[in-house]
Each structure stands twice: as C-alpha cells, then as structure tokens.
C-alpha cells in the first residue's frame, strides 16, 4: 500500500488516541501505511512535544498550513466540536481526504453541507463514531438484517457515565452551547444514534425532555460560578422509518456508572441485548429455541465474541479473551487507510449528518414539547 501522509488539527487526548489507533492498524495489520507528517496546536510547547513524542515530521501552530499543505493526503480533525465545521471545509475544498472526531458539526444543516462536499469532491470522509466498528455491534447489525429476530419491534438504550457528578468539577467547553452545542446528548447519545441507525436504519421523528440537574459550577481559576447551558441528563423516544419504536436516553451524571453504553433491540422472533460494559459479550435469545422444548429452558444465552466475528480475530486468536475499548479505534484506523486505496467503509460523513439531524431535532423538540421530524 503507498504511504498515506497525515495531517493532524489538535494535540490533546483525541488527536494522541487517534494517532495512537493509526499506529497500531500499521502494526497488527501490516498493510496500512501512515506517514505522520505534520501535527498543529494554537499550544506551540504542547504540539512541539506532541510532535516528537507522537512520531510527526513536522509541526504548526496554524492550521490552515495543513489543509493547504501538497504534501498531506489525510487531514484528521480532532479539535473541540465547534471548530469542526470550518477545518472541514477548508480540508474538502482543498481536495483533502478527511477524518474527522464527532460531530461533524453542531448542526444537521452544516453537516449536509460537508457530507454533500465531499460527495462533490470524490474524497474519503470519516466521521469518528468508534463504536461502529466494534465486533459486537457488527454482529447484532449482521443478526437484524439476516431476519433471525424477525419483525424489530422496539428498542431500547441508554448510555450513562457519572463523571460530571460532582458539582466541584469546573465549566468547560463541554458545557458552553456555541462550543459543545449540546450535553451528554451529542457527547453521548449521538454514539447510540450511529449504532442504532447502522443496525435499524433511519430515525424519523423523535419526542424529547431534558435536564440541567447541576445548573452552575465553578469558573476555573475563578472564585465565581458559571451557567450550565446544556443538557446532563436527555430522553427521547423514536420512530424508525422501518416501523420500529423506541426510547434513547443518556446521562453524564448517572450515579455509579461508567461506561454504561446498553440497548436491548426486540424483534417478534429474537431478542438482542449489549452493554458495553461487557465489552465481548452479547445477549441473545430466539424464540425458535424456546419452542422447541416448550419453554422449558427459555432465557437468554451469552454469546462471547470470537474470531468468527467482524475484526475480532485481528487482536485474539480465541473467544472468550477479551478485546479492549481502544481496539475499535484501531479498526477504525485501519478501515479509513483502505478505504483510501479503495475500500469500502461505514462512518462516513453521510452518516454524521444523519445523527447530527437528529440532534438538532430533539433540540428542537426539547422546546417545542412536541414530535419534530427528523
């Protein structure tokens, strides 16, 4: 495979996972080739030592240079929410392939702009929702559309994390709707949004509540508090074009929970169930099974993820030992460099316009208090 050179727009945690994953697909695959060209941050001390640490020939702290640069062929955006839309942009309009980290934008308007540009450009365009890749949801996605749970009738999900529970933790930008544009709904939920719209397909109308429970927390380095503008708790229920119905929730204040990314998908023959928690394991039952003998030994069984699912034999030669939350990062590497030499790929930019779509409608029905459409 010819080197893909990359372009990397912001020096914090997600641009050090995201070059972290396309080191590993270079690795455990073999075929990837990335070339770490050049890495921007407005920090010049924080990306000069990014640069070395994380392997980049180059750095800036402009980063105009790296969507205008010739000798970059990926550019990957992994800055703060808000600046997403314009780097973007300029990448598609300078005929850049592009990875960037969700949302595409704080908007479903402005992300139908990118997704329609980069269809007009012919490029590659990758929207980060990692969990599309994870061998679980591949799986669940293979047993819906193979018909084996019949009919889907509903589902049901929730993802929960307590890490702004405590009222002590200062404001960021996460709280601040013109840099986050919403809470645990677009930092959490849009992740069961792309999930659940890969395996159902397309959402199309939705009925929402929300809730500020902390409404004020500390301004850093301030003896003030700050306004909380968004959401720590939503609640939305669904309709599926399919027909199907359901209810998506998230929290950021959910007590006791951590990484609690669940969904149970009910069909009039079988039933699914994941938690994220349990990263390789998944819940089945098929009500052919339970017939057979009458019911007598109904209920769920755990299927454990094994090489014969989607990207699991790449990190494990064996069911039964666990694959890890930074794996599906590195599929997600890996299928972005081959769709640049041809292959197909899932996250594309279509897909983030679809989900920031229904952000911006349950934003919308959160103060209308009535069903928007999608």
Known sequence: MKGIRIGLIGAGWMGKAHTTAFHNAKMIFGDDVPVFEMISDVNEEQV????????????TTDWTDIVKDPDIDLVD???????????????????????????????????QILADLAAEKNVVNYCGFSNLMNPANQYVKDLVQSGKLGKIM????????????DPKQP?????????????????????????????????QEVNAVDSIVIPERPLPGKNEMGTVENDDLITFLVKYKNGAIGDISASRVATGRKNYFYYEIQGTEGTVVYDLERMCEVQVYFKADADKDNGRD????????????????????????????DDM?????????????????????????????VISAVLKSVKSRQWELC
Not at 48 to 59: F, H, I, P, V
Not at 88 to 101: D, P
Request: include cysteine; aromatic fraction near 10%; charged fraction near 15%.
């Open 171 to 203: 404001i960021t930008w996460r709280h601040v709707n013109k840099f986050a544009g919403s809470g645990a709904l677009g930092d959490l939920a849009s992740h069961l949004l792309s999930v659940s719209q890969m395996i159902l397909g397309d959402i």
């Open 77 to 111: 955006v992994a800055t703060p929410n808000s600046m997403h839309f314009e780097m973007v942009k300029a990448a598609l309009e300078n005929g850049k392939h592009v990875f960037c980290e969700k949302p595409l934008s704080l908007s479903g308007e402005q992300s």
């Open 329 to 357: 990062k590195t599929l997600q590497a890996h299928e972005l460099m081959q769709a640049m030499n041809g292959g197909s790929y899932e996250g594309s930019f279509s897909m983030g316009a679809k989900v920031d779509g």
């Open 48 to 59: 000069k030592n990014m640069a070395q640490s994380l392997g980049y020939n180059r750095y």
């Open 298 to 325: 109904c209920g769920f069984r755990t299927v454990l993820l094994n090489p014969e699912h989607n990207g699991f034999k790449y990190f494990q030669p064996a069911g039964g030992i666990a694959i890890a939350f």
């Open 154 to 165: 509903r589902i049901h999900a929730t993802y929960d994390q307590d890490m702004l529970l």
